[in-house]
């Protein structure tokens, strides 16, 4: 472990995102929502710095089941690397990779607080199908304005770079599927985020499971208005489909 160069409260931002990391991995684990690589990872903006969490799911080999984690700036400085000898600096191929991976998203975004990558078999599914996928699943249509998570195909243009295009197209854009992988989420704060997880890989396997009986169809009437009622979106929903219409 390297020393620390962070200051009191900003080593007290990486035990609570540590907290919250560990208990979003646990629901995503015993729920089955994460395939049998474990491969999920938190990338989480320290306030008022340019500097980057970054928190990995352990693998399913692992001996060391702790929760470390590595803090880079944008440019790739360490600050704290906990990763321990002998093991990879979570993702990049030196721990500094791991503020410089989604550096573009939070230095363009400042609504974006934390970037979430996760393989789950029903995304994964979509994603390596190569198609869009539409959200069709009442659950998780309820918690966002968006209607559909692009795919991300082409690897010659960074995926930082991508989630940004997305984001400036269509603002309610919560995730991507990365092509022959897994996704992309991001948001406010990790749990939030990873409760989006959850909710939208239960849509997708359902929405996988009607492939079978013809495919998943649109929503009825008055469904949308129903769904966004309930959790307080339905104002901004009805400015949208006004839009659209």
Do not use: C
């Not at 962070?6 to 560990?22: G, H, I, K, M, N």
């Not at 646990?26 to 999920?40: E, F, G, M, P, W």
């Not at 990995?56 to 790739?76: K, L, M, T």
């Not at 789950?120 to 966002?144: D, E, K, M, N």
């Amino acid at each position: 472990m390297t020393s620390s160069t962070l200051s009191a409260q900003q080593a007290a931002f990486v035990e609570q995102a540590r907290q919250d990391f560990a208990k979003a991995y646990r629901v995503l684990k015993d729920s089955r929502t994460l395939t049998a690589t474990n491969t999920y990872q938190a990338y989480l903006r320290v306030p008022d710095s340019e500097l980057v969490v970054a928190l990995h799911a352990p693998g399913p080999w692992a001996d060391d089941e702790q929760i470390r984690a590595v803090v880079a700036s944008y440019d790739g400085v360490v600050a704290l690397d906990e990763t321990t000898e002998g093991s990879s600096p979570l993702s990049g191929s030196k721990a500094g990779g791991n503020g410089r991976r989604y550096a573009a998203v939070f230095r363009q975004r400042p609504e974006v607080n934390v970037v979430i990558h996760v393989h789950t078999p029903y995304l994964g599914g979509w994603a390596s199908a190569h198609r869009v996928l539409p959200i069709r699943y009442a659950a998780s249509q309820r918690v966002t304005l968006a209607r559909e998570l692009p795919i991300y195909i082409d690897r010659r243009q960074q995926e930082a770079d991508f989630i940004v295009e997305k984001i400036e197209e269509n603002p309610h854009t919560p995730a991507i599927l990365e092509a022959n992988g897994g996704a992309t989420f991001w948001g406010a704060g990790i749990i939030q985020a990873s409760r989006l997880i959850l909710l939208i890989e239960e849509g997708a396997h359902f929405q996988g499971l009607a492939e079978l009986f013809g495919g998943s169809q649109e929503f009825g009437p008055g469904v949308l208005e129903q769904q966004w009622k309930m959790t307080g979106l339905w104002p901004q929903g009805q400015k949208l489909l006004e839009e659209v219409a």
